[in-house]
């Protein structure tokens, strides 16, 4: 049985990198093989482009730079971690992946779409996820959240209206292929938007990955 790739989209601040740490436990406890990984990084070279790629001193880099440097990141983890554990069977759950990349560097950024998807299906292999789930937020609260957590990296010291086109970019794709996305509304407590997550997860799994 081949697994599922389930991502985890939504502006700075949303949550959804503790909310993935939180599911795949508990994913785990009702039986189900699962890795977490993220973007970028999640091996060895993607973990150094990420420090590249997030370090704030960085400003002078390029919007084209930027997604050569993402989708570098990207094609390894895609042959290195995702697609092989995909081969056994495991449900992965990945914090970020591709839409991150329309959303960021296209609605963003401004480069064009077309060229970004063509440039992700040669990274990806043309590997799409299963389910994306999107954390919702407005981006003034996510920033403020964010803000508290801890040093901004490059992306989050970017302007306001910059975070409001990404998040935009986001309804955009979800209007465009709705049958994918499901959207949590990250504004509640991290332990209301947990249950919601264990709901339609588990939900969209007993109908898309039968355990074995």
């Not at 790629?53 to 390029?62: A, G, V």
């Amino acid at each position: 049985m081949r697994g599922v790739l389930i991502t985890f989209e939504g502006p700075e601040g949303c949550g959804k990198t503790t909310q993935l740490r939180l599911l795949a436990p508990w994913l785990q406890s009702q039986g189900y093989p699962v890795l977490t990984t993220r973007e970028p990084g999640g091996t060895a070279i993607g973990e150094a482009l990420r420090t590249v790629l997030h370090d704030p001193t960085h400003k002078e880099m390029s919007p084209r730079a930027e997604i050569l440097l993402y989708s570098a990141s990207r094609a390894q983890i895609v042959d290195e971690v995702i697609r092989p554990a995909l081969e056994k069977g495991t449900i992965v759950l990945c914090d970020r992946y591709s839409d991150s990349t329309y959303a960021y560097q296209g609605y963003g950024r401004g480069l064009d779409l077309a060229m970004l998807r063509r440039i992700t299906q040669f990274a990806t292999q043309n590997l799409v996820p299963d389910l994306t789930f999107f954390l919702d937020i407005d981006p003034t609260i996510g920033l403020q959240r964010r803000s508290a957590s801890g040093p901004l990296n490059r992306l989050d010291q970017e302007a306001l209206d910059f975070h409001q086109r990404v998040r935009a970019g986001y309804l955009a794709l979800i209007a465009e292929e709705p049958q994918r996305w499901v959207t949590i509304p990250a504004a509640a407590s991290i332990e209301d938007v947990q249950a919601r997550l264990r709901e339609a997860v588990i939900s969209w799994l007993r109908d898309h990955y039968p355990q074995r």
